[in-house]
């Protein structure tokens, strides 16, 4: 792959860097967290077993799971079993993912970069669940796993990439520029189609595998993946615009509801978004979550 000569000489291909970002300090906490199955008779054991392991994802946790956006029944939790008892599975098991990544990218050089990208992350997880659930998805909760790690990889590059990152960041500063545009001359290709490849939990999730592939898929739940992140993404620019509207068109078809229903929905899904990422202590990212 050849290299733009806009990039320092002293660079070589992200792909190194790219690599040495996939392996993140909890990414094995989050592979356990992601191979569970709700239907084993024992998964509330194994997740609380998993959580306790961390002290302080535990921490970090149990402040979020006493959230009213998580509890919002203000049951007092004071442990993790508890929680589980009280919240179920998936409402354990979903902020433990948010708060997971989180403490991988809240710090960095480029720290504002990898948290934008992992802002647009959990809108699009809850907008993948969301639509999921309209469309009676046979796991809405795995589509919202699916999209909350879609752009790991590109996640942890922001967060570890070194003087690859500080490059591409410098590049992305400038006024009026092309983000995508931008990655494809510095290297040849978009920082999400360099880091596809490596990102770290695709093993675990043949989904989250259908999902990084390039091109259009057939399959509606891969589409709702990719339509979630492009919601994600135009939300940023803020909620007016035509953009908007086409990727509404197409949650419409997707979702086979009113119109008017499914412009309601993907505003509540925003909302949602924000909330989680404020009760997991994650207080900027949720600013960056734009709310119609």
């Keep these: 792959m050849s290299r733009s000569k806009g990039t320092p000489s002293h660079l070589e291909s992200p792909a190194p860097a790219l690599a040495r970002a996939a392996t993140t300090t909890r990414a094995a906490t989050i592979e356990q967290l992601i191979r569970l199955q709700a239907s084993d008779a024992s998964v509330g054991a194994q997740l609380t077993h998993i959580i306790l392991a961390d002290l302080q994802l535990t921490s970090r946790l149990l402040h979020a799971v006493n959230s009213y956006h998580c509890n919002p029944e203000r049951v007092r939790i ?3 079993s508890r929680a589980v008892s009280v919240l179920g599975f998936h409402g354990v098991r979903r902020p433990a993912l948010v708060v997971a990544l989180l403490e991988d990218c809240a710090h960095g050089v480029q720290r504002a ?20 659930a309209y469309r009676a998805d046979i796991d809405p909760e795995e589509a919202f796993v699916v999209a909350l790690l879609r752009d790991a990889g590109e996640l942890q590059f922001w967060s570890s990439g070194g003087a690859v ?35 770290p939990y695709a093993s675990a999730l043949p989904l989250l595998r259908a999902a990084l592939a390039n091109g259009t898929s057939t399959d509606p739940r891969v589409r709702c993946i ?41 505003r509540a899904h925003a909302h949602e978004a924000a909330c989680l990422a404020a009760a997991c202590e994650a207080v900027e990212v949720g600013r960056l979550i734009r709310r119609p």
């Design 113 to 132: 970069r990898a948290l934008a990208c992992f802002a647009r992350s959990i809108h699009a997880a809850a907008q993948a669940r969301g639509i999921a």
């Design 165 to 199: 990152a500080a490059h591409i960041d410098r590049a992305l500063a400038e006024p009026d520029v092309d983000a995508r545009a931008a990655e494809e001359r510095i290297f040849g290709r978009s920082l999400a189609a360099l880091s596809a490849p490596l990102n």
């Design 78 to 80: 004071a442990t993790i």
């Design 226 to 266: 990719q339509l979630a992140h492009a919601l994600a993404r135009c939300a940023e620019d803020g909620w007016p615009g035509e953009q908007l509207r086409q990727l509404s068109e197409q949650a419409i078809r997707e979702m086979a509801v009113p119109a008017a229903d499914v412009s309601s929905a993907l």
